[in-house]
T-cell receptor
């Protein structure tokens, strides 16, 4: 069964550093998403991406965040200058259609020290 | 802003009993309601979903009911097994949020043998 994969599983970085989180969505899916989950809290939407551009973004997704589909398989989330409060699990998800079921990857745990 | 409330936050049942988790939502135009199961260290796994044009959907031991008038939906797990132990999240897609999912805070279900 096809799955969303994410790398790395755990990333530790110092405050102010740039990080790139990587995702490989399910191959025939066209819509891609990033969500985050701060420890003990609910999953929060960050951004959706379709046809090589951002479809929508939340208030969390400020100028420090960017997304990219650099090739036909990867989907990345970049945080330009990390803050302590960026520490969270970051989940990538994909769906075949815009209103379709979203399938989540296993997540990347980001720890900012 | 629009919100999803989920209850209870923790639920303990004996193996073989039923478990019910309830969610309410604020946007009456919401049209899609998925349920996710999250096991420790893993990403949310879609287990069942329902759209606003149906009132109930069943898949083996899992069912979801939707009451659009009252703006609530529930997850029912029958004949619970220890492997059902996990955190369960409800979510809703709001009219003005595009394809973003808005999650509840989660229910930690423990099924004891």
């Amino acid at each position: 069964e096809p799955e969303v994969t994410q790398t790395p599983s755990h990333q530790v970085t110092q405050m102010g550093q740039e990080v790139i989180l990587r995702c490989v969505p399910i191959s025939n899916h066209l819509y891609f998403y990033w969500y985050r989950q701060i420890l003990g809290q609910k999953v929060e939407f960050l951004v959706s991406f379709y046809n090589n551009e951002i479809s929508e973004k939340s208030e969390i997704f400020d100028d420090q965040f960017s997304v990219e589909r650099p090739d036909g398989s990867n989907f990345t989330l970049k945080i330009r200058s990390t803050k302590l409060e960026d520490s969270a699990m970051y989940f990538c998800a994909s769906s075949r259609q815009g209103g379709g079921e979203q399938y989540f990857g296993p997540g990347t745990r980001l720890t900012v020290t | 802003g629009e919100n999803v409330e989920q209850h209870p936050s923790t639920l303990s049942v004996q193996e073989g009993d039923s478990a019910v988790i309830k969610c309410t939502y604020s946007d009456s135009a919401s049209n899609y309601f998925p349920w996710y199961k999250q096991e420790l260290g893993k990403g949310p796994q879609l287990i069942i979903d329902i759209r606003s044009n149906v009132g109930e959907k069943k898949d083996q031991r899992i069912a979801v009911t939707l009451n659009k008038t009252a703006k609530h939906f529930s997850l029912h797990i029958t004949e619970t097994q220890p492997e059902d132990s996990a955190v369960y999240f409800c979510a809703a897609r709001f009219r003005d949020s595009g394809y973003a999912l808005n999650f509840g805070k989660g229910t930690s279900l423990l099924v004891t043998p």
